[in-house]
């Protein structure tokens, strides 16, 4: 299949993103834009708690004001940030704070870090326990859990991730948040 071909059937299968195909020798990348101008209405916005990790503080909190930046344009004004030692707390945090909403006015939990690939397993460790952890926090509290934990091979790949440009897995994050929240209100949970 041509890479013409490609980006346009992907163009096509999602009228949400803008598709931007990068080749790299032999290699092709996709990095996907959300449209976020046509976002669902939330009534009576609850709180959003955003967890990030201390490590990579540039592109974590690149991701994070992305991410409140739409959140707050969508009308949320209670966004709480935390900031943890690293994203192996995140899963225990995000347990700690769904466990002591009692009155379930946390909408939706937003998790930002970067695990960067070194010359030991622990990128493998953190990344999959992470992931577990938040997997396991999402279902035991039935609350959204949207995760832009970047597992990356190096800093660049987090940094085109965390740009000051559509491609910012922020805009992702609080996008995933409010169509969760809006599903979840529109089925009466």
């Known amino acids: 299949m041509s890479t013409r071909f490609k980006r346009d059937a992907l163009a096509a299968s999602s009228p949400f ?5 990068t080749l790299v020798g032999t290699v092709a990348s996709m990095k996907t834009a959300l449209d976020s101008t046509s976002l ?6 609850g709180r959003i708690c955003i967890l990030q990790s201390k490590w990579y503080p540039e592109q974590v909190q690149s991701m994070s004001a992305a991410c409140e930046k739409v959140l707050g344009q969508a009308g949320y004004q209670r966004i709480e940030t935390h900031t943890l030692p690293g994203s192996l707390e995140i899963p225990l945090a995000a347990r700690d ?9 946390i909408d939706a939990v937003i998790c930002f870090g970067v695990i960067v ?6 990128f493998e460790m953190i990344s999959e ?10 279902h035991d ?5 949207v995760v832009e934990i970047l597992p990356v091979f190096d800093l660049q790949q987090a940094i ?10 922020g805009i992702e994050a609080a ?15």
Not at 17 to 21: G, K, Q, R, S
Not at 117 to 122: A, P, S
Not at 175 to 189: H, K, N, P, Q, S
Request: net charge negative; charged share 30%.
């Open 17 to 21: 993103c803008e598709n931007a195909l």
């Open 40 to 45: 669902p209405v939330i009534d009576h916005p």
């Open 97 to 105: 704070l769904l466990a002591l909403d009692m009155e379930e006015e």
């Open 117 to 122: 690939k070194g010359d030991t397993l622990h």
């Open 129 to 138: 326990e992470c992931m577990r952890g938040l997997g396991r926090v999402m």
């Open 141 to 145: 509290f039935r609350r959204p859990v």
């Open 160 to 169: 085109d991730r965390s740009g000051d440009d559509a491609f910012n897995k």
């Open 175 to 189: 996008v995933a948040a409010l169509e969760m929240t809006a599903w979840r209100r529109a089925i009466g949970c």
